[in-house]
């Protein structure tokens, strides 16, 4: 089907799947450990050597070397280039089940991927479980939720979401992921109105180390449902999330598009202007270097060109109000700043399309006052020796600044700022994220990490006590860091509290 945005894709939602969880055995009680017992088997009988893989699965099960073995390793990011001995494509949560116990009985590690929009480690031989072909998604317009398998992508729930005028908190990309993006916090177009992705999930299925299967809320599997909402993909695979949804069907939003010359004026133009507006606004600013190709819109082909993102929770005159100082920092070079009904969001940040190598790398800031402002220009700037394609800041605060209705692994709430950088793999250091660390708080957003020289970074992504407590749930739910090909929390040697 064709989206809205004009993007080819897959068939939106699968709606031969019933919702709710996957099949599960009896369960007992939450145990004082905050883990539930697991429902299922814990473990699956299977034949030995790799070729039993395939005979466990509805879906397929591949080899090295097989035909289509290749194309199931790539993701929309080509950095990373994973060499997986054995490939699950999974078609259930059944599958992911038996997938899982098999490799945990031969103490394979596993890696994980849907979209392959935000990869870290490339899986070394072990074992590659593709969820894209999880598609289900259903929406509850009466309770506001969403239920999304998980290979589903963000334009799937829009769409689906939309019909009831609800949107979900998706992100700048309607190709992202839905379950990578929020498993990482999710810092999405209406962050400072609503909050992190993962502020608003209220259960997460999920497939532990052991091959089974757990349902965790608020209620039941209290620490691996915290760690699960930021602790990114190390605890298990998850089939399915449920989130609520808000009550927006159109915003005012778009870009405005300034000469690269004019980012001086436009940056400080806008660093003044966000002390002032309300959370229902969210906007970046970002510095354009895109090379001179068909693919990019004449514009800002081959230039330096200054962009300001809007989202804006209003009415267009009340929008327009709040921009016009923008509209008056410098000529214009485009202006497509409008009301747009939600399932056009993916026009605001115009993300690519395709697939391409790329290192996304990224900074917390505590405060941009004039003196980081000018840091960053002359980092990035006209002039500057900087061969990124995007540098970008990203306001925080409001929503984003208080803490979860349900406390959760997100950190960093109290940043003003996140700064993010995209780039070619040219082998350069990350020259702008390290020349804005006297602003930094050292810590980053792992959502705006990619590629295998971030994987070292997970620590970054937490503070101390946030870290400690991820790796005590991993060590209790994956002792043996079967989980590895992520921003990885190694499990502690010894879990402060047994199973």
């Known amino acids: ?35 539930a017992a697991p429902s299922g088997p814990s473990g699956l009988a299977a034949p030995s050597g790799p070729s039993g893989l395939a005979g466990l699965l509805r879906g397929r099960g591949l080899r090295r070397g097989q035909d289509d073995f290749a194309v199931e390793l790539d993701g929309f990011n080509l950095i990373t280039e994973h060499d997986p001995d054995l490939i699950a494509v999974v078609a259930d949560a059944a599958d992911v089940r038996a997938a ?36 289900g998604v259903t929406i509850d317009p009466l309770a506001r939720s969403a239920r999304a398998e998980g290979g589903v992508q963000w334009y799937e729930v829009v769409q689906a979401a939309a019909e009831y005028g609800l949107a979900p908190l998706s992100g700048s990309s309607p190709l992202t992921g839905v379950t990578g993006y929020t498993l990482g916090g999710g810092l999405g177009l209406l962050a400072r109105r609503y909050g992190y992705a993962a502020d608003l999930v209220t259960a997460v299925e999920v497939v532990t180390a052991d091959g089974r299967a757990h ?76 090379p001179d190709i068909e693919a990019v819109p ?30 008056a920092a410098a000529p214009l070079v485009v ?97 702008v994220v390290d020349g804005m660390a006297p602003w930094g708080t050292g810590r980053r957003l792992l959502n705006l990490l990619a590629s295998p020289d971030t994987a070292h970074l997970a620590r970054t992504g937490y503070e101390p006590a946030t870290y400690a407590r991820l790796a005590d749930v991993k060590a209790r739910v994956d002792p043996k860091n079967l989980f590895r090909f992520n921003h990885n929390i190694p499990p502690l040697a010894q879990p402060a509290r047994p199973l």
């Open 335 to 431: 202006d497509t700043l409008a009301e747009i009904p939600y399932t056009r969001s993916g026009e605001i940040h115009t993300d690519p399309i395709e697939p391409m190598p790329y290192h996304a790398r990224s900074l917390m800031l505590r405060e941009l006052d004039e003196t980081a402002a000018d840091g960053l220009l002359a980092l990035a700037g006209p002039g500057a020796d900087c061969i990124d394609l995007v540098v970008e800041l990203r306001q925080l605060g409001g929503a984003l600044g208080r803490p979860a209705p349900v406390p959760n692994a997100v950190d960093h709430r109290d940043a003003a700022f996140a700064l993010s950088t995209v780039s070619l793999p040219d082998g350069r250091p990350p020259l």
């Open 1 to 35: 089907m064709t989206t809205s945005e004009g993007i080819a894709r897959p068939v939106a939602a699968d709606s031969s799947r019933a919702p709710g969880p996957a099949p599960t055995g009896p369960t007992a009680p939450p145990g004082p450990s905050g883990l």
């Open 215 to 290: 349902r965790a809320t608020a209620d039941r599997d209290t620490d691996l449902f915290w760690a699960l909402r930021g602790g990114t993909g190390n605890f298990g695979v998850v089939t399915a999330l449920e989130f609520g949804l808000v009550p927006v069907a159109r915003l005012y939003g778009g870009g405005l598009f300034f000469p690269g010359d004019a980012a001086a004026d436009v940056l400080h133009a806008w660093r003044v202007w966000t002390g002032s507006v309300p959370d229902e606004l969210t906007s970046s600013f970002a510095l354009l270097r895109l």
């Open 100 to 135: 899982v116990a098999y490799a945990a009985a031969r103490e394979l590690p596993i890696a994980v991927q849907a979209t392959g929009h935000g990869p870290s480690n490339p899986a070394d031989r072990g074992l590659l479980i593709s969820t894209r072909k999880l598609r």
């Open 298 to 327: 004449d514009f800002l082909r081959g230039r330096l060109t200054a962009h300001i993102r809007i989202a804006h929770l209003g009415s267009a005159d009340s929008g327009a109000d709040l921009v016009a100082p923008l509209r």
